[in-house]
């Protein structure tokens, strides 16, 4: 009797049979359209996060211009002196409700006012986010020589701006940071060791 190897006849067989290259064909297209599915979702989930940042960047730039057009007595007052530099030497926001549109608002007119030496910001509940804006406006204030920030809840993004500002800034003298969350208990403090 003859053996005859049936795997050797089969995948012969197999190779030269039209039914089998169809199969292989429609094997690989199927793969290239799960590639190209696979492509357009990634490129449809990036594109839907690009535009869900663009949103709300959006939206913060509208409720910052609504707060502006909303502003009324002492911070109006606040933002048309600091415009025109004529703003007292000191000035508290105390009383004042801010919120991170009109914080924003306030960093901004800081950067650039030459009349202001002395700010209150106390107990206006400026997050992490806001404060990291705030000491920004240090990097290009040459008046400012005091700043009170005490009783909000600036965090350690917020000291390493400063850190950063307070090497630039020659003329600020005294800085308040009582009572804000520039450390946490097992985390990094890189911030305030830069500060020292």
Known sequence: MIAIDVTFITASWLLTNPLFACF?????????ERDRKKEKDRQAKEKERRDKAAMENAKKEAEAQEESKRLDGRMLFFLRASKGNT???????????????RTRIVARTLAFNTSLTTLHLSRKGISDKEGQDLARALLTNTTLRKIELEFNCLGMQTAK??????????????????????????EETGGVEEMI
């Open 24 to 32: 292989q064909l429609r094997q690989k297209n199927d793969r290239e």
């Open 161 to 186: 701006v400063l850190a950063l500002a307070l090497r630039r800034n020659k003329t600020l003298r005294y800085l308040d940071l009582e009572s804000n969350e520039l450390t946490r208990e097992g």
């Open 87 to 101: 703003t007292p030497n000191c000035y508290s926001l105390s009383g004042l409700d801010l919120g991170e549109a």
